[in-house]
């Protein structure tokens, strides 16, 4: 059983930053993707970032350019820095893992930003 944590969501102005955690338990996070995904109400979840268990990233055009998404195997963790957002990045994100370790989500961090 896999647990993700988020955190370092909050309010922020348009322009601002916000970084978003993701810690995973388990000892087989670093053979495993991670993806941060965001919803808000009445939508479907969208896909925002991923990162492969070698490191490819990819991301949606909304935010490419804007969002760098990393990871740290050694602790666990994945990363969503978050710049120049905008009040369209108004979601919860949240983070998964997939891969031997089945399919994960967290419970999810509000982000809002405030124009």
């Known amino acids: 059983q896999v647990r993700l944590v988020e955190s370092g969501g909050g309010l922020v102005q348009a322009g601002g930053s916000l970084r978003l955690s993701c810690a995973a338990s388990?000892?087989?996070?670093?053979?495993?993707?991670m993806g941060w995904y965001r919803q808000t109400p009445g939508k479907q979840r969208e896909l925002v970032a991923v990162?492969?268990?070698?490191?490819?990233?990819n991301y949606a055009d909304s935010v490419r350019g804007r969002f760098t998404i990393s990871r740290d195997n050694a602790k666990n963790t994945v990363y969503l820095q978050m710049n120049s957002l905008k009040p369209e990045d108004t979601a919860v994100y949240y983070c998964?893992?997939?891969?031997?370790?089945?399919?994960?989500w967290g419970q999810g961090t509000q982000v809002t930003v405030s124009s």
């Open positions: 388990g000892s087989i996070f670093s053979r495993n993707a």
């Open positions: 998964r893992l997939w891969g031997p370790a089945g399919d994960n």
């Open positions: 990162i492969s268990s070698g490191g490819s990233t």
